[in-house]
């Protein structure tokens, strides 16, 4: 058996060619196309473009949904609260001067990621040729207990 085999994202069980995950995350983090990485990936502040304008690679199709919004909870909750814990230890503030300074700050923080996230979720898609990506339509799953 090869490396390739083993690595995360391979697409060797159906004969399509594997695609690296974490470049085409990266890719998709730094607002590029997942394939080429030379095209930009969004059009406005998180809309993809239809086609990438290099390599014409097809993004309209995925499907990020609110994927990119529960990462970007997940990843600024945790910073904040440990922030604010270690913070408020540190400096005793009171409440106002707290809120003052955590309500800006995880605003913030929220809009700097959710681009770059909903980027890396595109980015994971295109590499594991989910929603469209593999030039297959997403198909409605027939459910056992719904026949």
Request: aromatic share 10%.
């Amino acid at each position: 058996m090869t490396h390739e085999l083993h690595r995360f994202g391979g697409e060797l069980h159906s004969g399509r060619p594997a695609r690296a995950v974490g470049q085409a995350m990266w890719k998709g983090a730094q607002n590029r196309c997942p394939s080429c990485g030379e095209g930009r990936l969004f059009d406005g502040f998180v809309k993809t473009v239809d086609n990438c304008a290099v390599c014409g690679e097809e993004i309209h199709h995925h499907r990020a949904d609110d994927l990119p919004a529960y990462l970007v909870i997940l990843i600024v909750g945790h910073f904040m609260v440990s922030g604010f814990l270690i913070f408020s230890e540190v400096f005793p503030l009171s409440n106002w001067q707290q809120l003052a300074i955590w309500v800006p700050l995880t605003i913030i923080a929220a809009i700097v990621l959710l681009r770059p996230v909903k980027g890396a979720v595109v980015g994971l898609q295109w590499a594991l040729y989910m929603h469209g990506f593999g030039g297959d339509d997403d198909m409605i799953e027939n459910h056992p207990e719904g026949e």
